[in-house]
């Protein structure tokens, strides 16, 4: 019987022998092409949806960013390549499903919708081995950081583990176990993660979605976490924390709260703009207006 734990080898061993295994069917080969086309027929045309609480955003260390979102404040524009990193990403992970099926291994349950608390839907990558499983693509970097799931739990700026806890605790089938299959897209380098013990409670699902629900409803904006305290460099200079780096929200909320009202100043390194919520000393790199 396949072992979800054997899954990366397996796959490997696909790739490198390059045999036509019998678990390898037309159907496969035919799903999985209609999946890429669906994924770039949307990147051109992206569907129009309102903004709404999901598994996927749920879990967000920030509520402020959500009561932007869902009280009609227009978000920062992503930039192409942004678009391309999210397009690609769908297609990585559409690739490691539809391998790990021709590797032999059980598939089911791909996209099938859960329905969890106060009615908050979202949709499952599939059950593997019977294991409800969530692929994601990742850098190097972040690849590195699943190796440590109790300080992955500790820093989940995305809110991975409330979406993988949300599918968990609500899905309607009996699963051995939840985690992330993880691909590196650097190195071709895949893992499966076990965050059965690492996800939260159903109690604590349903307090978190409770309290969003509550924050979104507020007259002004939630604070903020302490996960988007300034990050502060040996030369005073404060720069904005992971969580609101990605923030689509973030000009605006900080508008009255940096460098003395006067909003976030941008500067462009090589990595990229950089954004400053106190400028103690100047960086040496233009200035975005």
Known sequence: MPNIQDLPNDIYELLEV???????????????????SDHFVKAIYPEKREPSIRASNYGRPCTRQMWYE????????????????????????????HLAQAAGHNVSEEQKEIIGPFGVKGHIDGVVDNYLIDVKSAS????????????????????????????YHFIDITVEGCGFLVLDKQTGHLKFVDATAHIPTKPEVIARMSRVIDDIGLSTEPTRPVEATPKVAKNGNCTLATICRYCPYKMQCWQHD???????????YST????????KSTPRVPEIE
Do not use: C
Not at 18 to 31: C, E, H, K, M, Y
Not at 258 to 268: H, S, Y
Not at 272 to 279: E, M, Q, R
């Open 70 to 97: 869902m009280n009609g404040h227009t978000p920062q524009q992503m930039d192409g390549s942004v678009y391309m990193k999210f397009a690609y990403g769908n297609v990585v992970e559409e690739m490691v499903m």
């Open 18 to 36: 390059g045999a036509v295994p019998s678990s390898f069917t037309a159907d496969i080969v035919d799903r999985y092409g209609n999946q890429v």
């Open 140 to 167: 190097g970097y972040g690849f590195d950081k699943f190796n440590d799931m109790e300080a992955f739990a500790e820093n989940d700026s995305f809110g991975y583990l409330w979406q993988l806890g949300l599918y």
């Open 272 to 279: 990229g703009p950089t954004y400053f919520t106190d400028v």
């Open 258 to 268: 940096a460098n003395d009202g006067d909003g976030l100043r941008v500067f462009m």
